[in-house]
């Protein structure tokens, strides 16, 4: 039996993966989520087998959690199930510990083959998704986002921030000081040649990285 556990912070999505889930032999709802730090807690004190996390939620978010859960528990497989597709999400994803990255907008099936095969020990990275990986190493010129310079801390601290999270918060929920997620935020402004929040979402939006409004101001 796979024990697999679902980080949603849309109730109406868990709902829509359990029901996918509940029917198919050989899978059980071990619990669910609607942020890292409670699937962090729980990977720790009961048996999980598959998260399937989703990327972008309040608090310390899917990447973060994703890192935290494969370090404390290396038995456990993370499949990320995201909107995010676009790079460099999926390949600093992978980077961070997941077994496997999906789209949501995957047929149900594939959703049940990825956990089957991530359980057994195998990688399963989306098909369209493994080949938009492919053509940046490729031609890293024509696919490469501005972000993929971003390292994997700085990554996370960009879709806190895009969120509309502030210092004060990042600091606290990833255990940094407040003058060193500045130092994260100033370093990024540099990488990205840009000079405030409002123009990270901004560029993160154009480059399908997050989902959320702009930030009303600084």
């Known amino acids: 039996m796979i024990n697999v556990f679902l980080v949603d912070d849309h109730e109406l999505v868990r709902a829509g993966i359990r029901r996918i889930l509940e ?9 669910e989520s609607a942020c890292g730090e409670d699937a962090v807690k729980f990977c720790r004190a009961n048996p999980v087998d598959v998260v399937l996390m989703d990327m972008n939620m309040p608090g310390i978010g899917g990447l973060e ?3 935290k859960i494969v370090r404390a528990t290396p038995e456990v497989k993370v499949i990320m199930l995201t909107i995010h597709t676009e790079n460099p999400l ?6 961070a510990g997941a077994s496997g990255y999906l789209s949501k907008g ?9 956990i089957r095969l991530v359980n057994s020990g195998q990688r399963y ?7 938009q990986m492919a053509l940046s190493q490729i031609e890293p010129e024509k696919t490469e986002s501005p972000f993929a310079s971003l390292s994997e801390r700085e990554l996370q601290i960009m879709l806190m921030i895009t969120r509309g999270q502030k210092v004060n918060e990042i600091s606290e929920q990833l255990n940094l000081s407040p003058k060193t997620v500045n130092s994260y935020r100033y370093r990024m402004f540099s990488k990205l040649h840009i000079s405030g929040d409002v123009e990270l979402t901004h560029l993160a939006i154009r480059h399908g990285l997050c989902n959320t409004e702009p930030l009303a101001s600084q």
């Open 90 to 95: 999926p390949a600093k994803v992978m980077q």
């Open 65 to 67: 959690a994703t890192r």
């Open 23 to 31: 029917d198919v032999k050989g899978i059980r709802i071990a619990g």
């Open 106 to 114: 995957a047929a149900p099936q594939e959703v049940v083959n990825a």
């Open 125 to 131: 990275i989306a098909s369209d998704i493994a080949q």
